[in-house]
């Protein structure tokens, strides 16, 4: 399935799937879809008409939600750039914007933005080149991205590339995530860690049940966002 414009079917009951609960969601995908088919155009713009820095800013954003609000990390990563620190500037300066945004772990993470940076965006941006070579399959290059950035495990590689606009099929595991997973009854439980193999096996179900309800993947992650939140963000 992809990210374009679906017709909302009926819900489809899962064999322990809660029909009201389904009912709901449709009924909050009905209200939101437009503005999460938007979201995701912006998403697609991102790499269709972006820059390297444009998709290092993303990279940076998706290191810095690691167990931290998205709202503080997207203004986070705003003030990094403001300040002509995403490309450039010390480790000790970016961690300090990072701590003072109220970003946890700004340690580590600073140290992931840093290191990051030196690997596609220093001497000359790289990040697009590499990107293009592998965007034909975005469970490998999310595999790859994995391999070659700190910091990036499934859920964030799956993120980064769902917010440039190359990975809309992907799920992006959070808690939120899980947990309406769990309510929805297509998980028993919520996992106590997320092996890559595990993760891979929520995945599939969760691409099973948006099939089953009509909501494309991409869209799903979106409205499971603002139901918790009341709103529509990344």
């Not at 300090?96 to 965006?121: C, P, Q, T």
């Not at 990040?127 to 991205?145: F, I, K, V």
């Not at 309800?213 to 529509?232: E, N, Q, R, S, Y």
Request: aromatic share 6%; net charge neutral.
């Amino acid at each position: 399935m992809t990210g374009s414009r679906e017709a909302v079917h009926p819900p489809t009951a899962l064999a322990s799937t809660d029909a009201g609960l389904q009912d709901e969601l449709h009924t909050l995908y009905r209200e939101r879809q437009g503005e999460i088919e938007t979201r995701l155009r912006e998403f697609r713009a991102i790499w269709e008409e972006g820059s390297d820095e444009d998709l290092f800013a993303e990279m940076t954003f998706c290191l810095c939600a690691v167990q931290t609000a998205a709202r503080v990390s997207d203004r986070t990563t705003h003030t990094l750039r403001e300040r002509g620190l995403l490309l450039g500037g010390s480790r000790r300066r970016v961690r300090d914007v990072l701590r003072g945004g109220y970003v946890r772990f700004h340690e580590n993470k600073s140290r992931w933005i840093v290191e990051a940076r030196r690997r596609f965006m220093e001497p000359s941006p790289t990040l697009r080149q590499d990107l293009e070579r592998r965007a034909h399959s975005p469970p490998a290059l999310r595999n790859w991205l994995e391999d070659e950035v700190l910091g990036l495990g499934p859920k964030e590689a799956s993120h980064f590339l769902r917010n440039i606009g190359l990975g809309e099929d992907l799920a992006i595991l959070d808690r939120h995530i899980l947990t309406n997973l769990k309510d929805l009854g297509v998980l028993d439980a919520l996992p106590p860690s997320l092996t890559r193999t595990r993760y891979l096996e929520i995945e599939g179900r969760l691409q099973a049940f948006c099939e089953r309800t009509g909501i494309p993947v991409g869209h799903m992650d979106l409205l499971l966002w603002a139901k918790a939140t009341g709103f529509v963000f990344k």
